[in-house]
């Protein structure tokens, strides 16, 4: 069956869709056992690195501009409607959790994009449930939708200008893990987690649990990336909630239940710059696209639209990114430069997860530690993408790149 695709049409700065056609292949074969998570803990949370003293203004005020686009697997891509465009001036609704008919058509992935408290800083996540919960009736979806609902609500009812501490992401992390295992309504489940803040003043800290991650790019190159937390190979580090008949059947016939925590993220600090791009994502994209794949995806838009410009120094980012950023009216809903790009990355994961013929980054793990399975092409899979543009809106110069 014929399932048509988007790809990315940039013309004279505006963005819109052309369609092309693909096939819709099968669902890898491999099988890997379900690991819930880990015995072996690190050390307790730290704090957030210092933002800037209590009440003092920042010396640097930077925006930030977000947006979301997912597939569940085996659901066809629609460029229109698989997109999250975000409001920081959106209300994050009070009852901390979403029924499930409101859930964005992500499957068992998951997301959310806070503003934090009354400032401009915001606070995102991407969450993937762990598939192997199915076998025991477990939706894993109930965890990861959750989980982010929480997060979303304690960021945004944080208020660090009234005295609180400044928010930190692995903190944050524990609080929807904490609000999970709080929640009746889920008996069982677990999930990985990328958690991040970008405060005012620029600085970013990612608390990364398990192979959900993040790329972030400066101009034409790779700047920084996560690394994946694993076990062992397509075993990822998870929370989870195990019930108690579980662990008893476990201990009963000598098997072990591991268990991840948040303390157990790997925290990272970060300085962002006027122009940067940040991407987080679920498996379902890294699994599918190397590091370089979605940096070109990038630099292409950003080149075609004039987001970023060439010259005998080299590429430089232009100092009014607005107009690439904000939506042509109030309804949210036209494409920005950071909905495009989320798509596009979508869009290319999710093309790559069928194709059979063209080997990805999870094929090449496979037929380094598996090779007599004979794998190749992609991995079929929930795909999740959030991006953020950085701008500074104190104009700093023109950042140079040299060639």
């Given amino acids: 069956m014929a399932t048509p695709t988007p790809r990315l049409v940039v013309n004279l700065g505006r963005l819109c869709y052309s369609t092309g056609v693909r096939s819709h292949l099968a669902t890898p074969r491999l099988r890997m056992p379900l690991q819930l998570s880990r015995t072996n803990q690190t050390d307790a949370c730290s704090t957030q690195p210092t933002v800037h003293d209590q009440g003092a203004q920042p010396t640097r005020k930077f925006g930030y501009h977000a947006a979301a686009s997912f597939s569940a697997k085996f659901k066809k891509f629609d460029p229109l409607t698989n997109v999250f465009h975000f409001n920081p001036y959106n209300r994050i609704q009070t009852e901390k959790k979403r029924p499930k008919s409101k859930r964005p058509a992500s499957g068992q992935d998951a997301f959310f994009i806070s503003r934090i408290g009354d400032t401009n800083a915001v606070a995102l996540g991407v969450a993937d449930g762990v598939g192997g919960w199915e ?45 999970v295992v709080k929640d009746r309504s889920i008996h069982a489940g677990g999930s990985t987690a990328t958690v991040a803040v970008a405060t005012e003043d620029g600085k970013l800290e990612v608390a990364n649990l398990g192979d959900s991650g993040f790329v972030h790019l400066r101009l034409n190159a790779v700047h920084t990336y996560s690394e994946p937390q694993t076990h062992a190979f397509n075993t990822p580090y998870q929370l989870s909630i195990v019930p108690a008949s579980m662990l008893a059947r476990a201990a009963a016939f000598g098997g072990a239940q591991l268990c991840d925590y948040p303390k157990d993220a790997d925290v990272t600090q970060h300085t962002l710059k006027h122009g940067d791009i940040l991407v987080f994502a679920s498996d379902g994209v890294w699994d599918n696209l190397f590091n370089q794949d979605i940096l070109g995806i990038v630099s292409r838009t950003m080149m075609s639209i004039g987001a970023w410009k060439t010259s005998d120094g080299g590429t430089r980012v232009v100092d009014n990114l607005r107009r690439f950023t904000q939506p042509e009216d109030s309804t ?23 194709n059979q013929r063209l080997d990805g980054p999870f094929a090449k793990e496979v037929q380094k530690y598996y090779p007599q399975e004979n794998w190749h092409g992609g991995k079929v899979d929930d795909i999740c993408v959030v991006v953020l543009v950085v701008s500074d809106s104190n104009k700093m110069p023109e950042v140079q790149s040299k060639l």
Avoid: W
């Avoid at 979303?152 to 009812?157: L, Q």
């Avoid at 430069?337 to 979508?346: D, K, N, V, Y």
């Fill in 135 to 179: 076998e025991s009736g477990v939706d894993p979806a109930d965890f990861a939708h959750s989980f982010c609902d929480y997060m979303a609500s304690a960021a945004y009812e944080h208020k660090p200008n009234g005295g609180e501490t400044p928010l930190a992401p692995r903190a944050l992390m524990q609080r929807g893990y904490d609000d």
């Fill in 332 to 354: 949210q809903r036209l494409v920005t430069l950071q909905s495009a790009l989320a798509i596009e990355i979508a869009a290319r994961a999710k093309t790559a997860s069928t």
